[in-house]
């Protein structure tokens, strides 16, 4: 799975710990084992994935340490890759198989530009018309949900559904709501014209008025960090313009929470989630909090009392 873009597996850790520093596993725990540097060590000692499942499964897949790595890691795919190498636990071979089920009656959307929602975005059906509407593209029935899913837990790729898949997405401008779809897709099809969800309605001319100073804005982190140095630029336009916080530290670093919005995939946030929720709103009182992604809102919304609204919902505010 290992991008041009990083091209180096972890014998290349050079054990610079500067990962850690934006990693919400080790924030969480203070232990060196729960970070990538922690994983990549245990690797070059000798470790299989069996023996670091605990730390496998605690990982976000958020991507915050790939931009940092001076070595050129490619941390986040080291980790999906292990994850691979794991057993699927029951519960979650049964909703990887029921997922391959529903991808296999689907077919691929007619010509044009599309937009892949992902399963937060589908399961709320108001905002998905709302957003498709904003983007003035057709919301594809074939998302991908199934392979984001088996990219998330480690489940295996079928070849004839995967090639399936790029054939129907190939050479189209696509616009992707689910952030580790949007990473998959840069490295499956390189050349391809592709936007976040966050970074297409940011570009909206209406939709950016709207953002105020007082405003709280959460980035989604998985697609930030799938292509943070020219990401960056975007952000920085746009926080300029509206003069609003962003969860944007010195080094430019995106942490979200690590809801899922994956029906059967989380149950629920968990109280790592709230604290790392509640940590990113610490010393801000502000008047909104704005998502990217409609999971973060549902839980945004457990830890403050101001309104918490996703981007495309600032088109009726």
């Not at 070849?159 to 779809?181: I, N, Q, T, W």
């Not at 980035?219 to 292509?227: C, G, K, Q, T």
């Not at 704005?290 to 457990?302: G, H, I, K, Q, S």
Request: aromatic share 4%; proline share 7%; with cysteine.
């Amino acid at each position: 799975m290992y991008s041009s873009a990083h091209p180096r597996d972890y014998p290349a850790c050079s054990g610079c710990s500067l990962c850690r520093l934006v990693c919400p596993m080790w924030r969480a725990r203070r232990d060196p084992r729960f970070s990538p540097e922690g994983i990549a060590k245990a690797r070059q000692n000798g470790a299989v994935a069996a023996e670091l499942a605990e730390v496998l499964d605690a990982c976000a897949l958020c991507g915050a340490c790939d931009p940092v790595c001076p070595e050129n890691i490619a941390l986040t795919d080291m980790i999906v890759d292990l994850r691979r190498e794991l057993e699927l636990p029951p519960d979650l071979a049964v909703l990887h198989v029921g997922y391959q089920q529903a991808a296999a009656g689907l077919s691929a959307a007619p010509a044009g530009a599309l937009l892949l929602p992902g399963a937060a975005l589908r399961a709320d059906a108001g905002l998905l018309a709302r957003v498709a509407a904003l983007l003035g593209l057709r919301a594809a029935a074939d998302d991908g949900a199934d392979l984001a899913v088996a990219l998330e837990i480690g489940g295996d790729i079928d070849p004839a559904r995967k090639r399936r898949f790029l054939a129907g997405v190939e050479g189209r401008s696509l616009v992707v709501g689910d952030g580790l779809m949007l990473r998959w897709l840069r490295g499956e099809l390189p050349g391809a014209r592709l936007q976040g969800l966050g970074e297409a309605l940011g570009n909206i001319p209406a939709l950016r008025r709207r953002i105020a100073s007082a405003d709280f804005y959460v980035i989604e982190a998985r697609a930030y960090h799938a292509d943070q140095a020219r990401l960056v630029a975007h952000y920085d336009g746009l926080c300029k313009e509206a003069g609003c916080a962003m969860n944007l530290d010195l080094q430019r670093i995106a942490v979200p929470p690590q809801a899922s919005g994956y029906p059967g995939l989380r149950m629920g946030p968990s109280a790592e989630d709230l604290a790392q929720a509640g940590w990113m709103l610490h010393g801000h009182r502000p008047a909104r909090v704005l998502v990217e992604n409609p999971a973060e809102r549902e839980l945004l919304r457990r830890v403050t009392d101001v309104p918490v609204l996703h981007l495309a919902e600032l088109a009726d505010a």
